[in-house]
């Protein structure tokens, strides 16, 4: 995903996502407070950074997205999304 704000953009990667926020990774520390537009092809969601924290392989980056630019799985679902409510169905089946 692309994350860009008002000076600048870089690469991220997604770690979590739900529908009011998301968790990304890069190599750049991001701007708490900067409002940011995160783009995956034709995809485009709008957000605040909350928090970023430093570690040892780059930043931890937390971000509420805006009110009218929420995620579901109808708009976007992620490459390696584990989604823990088909984990649940499948878990409540019978063995046969």
Known sequence: ????????????????IHETGCVVESETALPEGADVELRCGRVC????????????FGFRTVVSF???STWSLALFRPEHLLDLSAMKQTASKPLT
């Open 66 to 68: 805006c009110h009218g």
């Open 45 to 56: 969601l709008e957000g605040k950074i909350e928090k970023t924290e430093e570690h040892d």
């Open 1 to 16: 995903m692309t994350l860009s704000w008002e000076e600048g953009a870089t690469i991220v990667n997604l770690e979590e």
